[in-house]
């Protein structure tokens, strides 16, 4: 689709830049993407929540990251407002809400929690994203995005945006495709200075191919 070519352009564009200016001008976006999405769901992603995108939004930056800090563990609430979220910001796929809600919250939590225990571990990343796609509908993408609230400093959400900017087609949602996507957000990060993170490279990518004309 040429609006969405015309997405990735802009977000290749700005990857391949080095201007810290041009970052930061990028990522203070984010709040005008926001609003663009929350007036432009379907019907379909409109459905997902009673709520508007830029409320369950400033739920998923605040709320729940507090409450993972000292529960260390998701609900199954939690994570069908998280799964609403991901498929508010990026493409609807009608299946993953339904393979969600299969989960029992017993599940949820038993399996979060031991996730979010092995991330401070050796190898940590990898091994809580093995963890969490033990879960119905929670594949390395979905995993990464519940990391991506538990820890934003190390871990990215794999937003197609994002990664077709840094890791090129063919988009995979596979372990290897994720490591190779934290591995360039890791590098550019670090190039643009010690207060930006993985998380903020994505969120700068995400806003500029929303907001690409």
Do not use: H
């Not at 976006?29 to 769901?41: A, G, Q, R, T």
């Amino acid at each position: 689709k040429q609006w969405y070519q015309r997405r990735v352009r802009a977000a290749v564009k700005l990857w391949e830049s080095s201007d810290i200016d041009t970052w930061e001008e990028a990522l203070s976006s984010n709040s005008d993407c926001k609003e663009i999405i929350s007036k432009s769901l379907s019907a379909a992603q409109s459905k997902l929540s009673k709520e508007s995108f830029t409320k369950t939004d400033s739920w998923k930056e605040r709320k729940l990251k507090n409450d993972l800090k000292s529960k260390a563990e998701l609900t199954l609430e939690q994570l069908t407002r998280l799964m609403a979220w991901k498929l508010q910001r990026g493409q609807f796929r009608a299946t993953l809400m339904g393979l969600v809600k299969k989960n029992s919250d017993k599940t949820v939590r038993s399996v979060s929690a031991r996730a979010f225990s092995e991330f401070s571990s050796a190898d940590g990343i990898s091994k809580a994203m093995k963890s969490l796609t033990e879960l119905s509908g929670v594949g390395p993408a979905t995993a990464s995005l519940i990391l991506s609230v538990w820890s934003p400093e190390q871990v990215p959400f794999m937003s197609d945006e994002a990664m077709d900017a840094t890791v090129g087609l063919p988009r995979k949602y596979t372990m290897p495709q994720f490591t190779r996507f934290l591995d360039c957000l890791t590098e550019k990060a670090k190039q643009l200075g010690e207060e930006w993170t993985v998380d903020m490279v994505e969120n700068a990518l995400f806003a500029t191919a929303v907001l690409a004309r």
